[in-house]
């Protein structure tokens, strides 16, 4: 293998779990999901050569996942499917209380009722991304960001307890 690839999925190994997690947010279905993350993955491949290490890879990782998630989601013009999700979650440690297994399910199923940008906003606010960050990720002002996910915390809020449980 040729040392760039080597390097490659080395750093996607390392992150993976990015990848996971953003698939999950913007995809229901677990088919659909692992589409959106090949996707994801040879977006990244792509896009690598242009990436200078200005910034951690890991934020430029998301920027480009985020940015395929969205053109992917609105490429297909894919409906959401608002059946419950049934899935488990491997997010989830298995040594942790079962509730919380229950509350991340239902997180995910509130999530799905978000649409692409606040789908990204709920993301990068889970993984304790900045204001600076986020606005970044997303090309748009801090101030912005912080509006925007505000709002987007008090929709998921009302989703959650629309749907009958609140945290």
Known sequence: MKETETIFLSLINQHKAIIHK????????AEDQ?????????????AYPSFKGNSK?????????????LVYFKKDNRKV???????N???????????????????YTAVQELNAVEKALIFL??????HREIAENLGISEVNARVKLNRTKEKLQFIIKKNGYEF
């Open 34 to 46: 692992r589409d959106l993350f090949q996707e994801i993955v040879m977006q990244l491949w792509k």
């Open 89 to 107: 979650i491997d997010v989830v440690d298995v040594n942790e209380n079962e509730g919380k297994e229950e509350k991340l399910a239902y997180l």
């Open 57 to 69: 890879f890991s934020t430029w990782m998301y920027r480009v996942a985020l940015n395929t998630a």
């Open 125 to 130: 606010f889970l993984e304790n991304q900045s």
């Open 22 to 29: 953003i698939s999950k947010m913007y995809m229901n279905g």
């Open 81 to 87: 499917d608002k059946t419950p999700l049934n899935e």
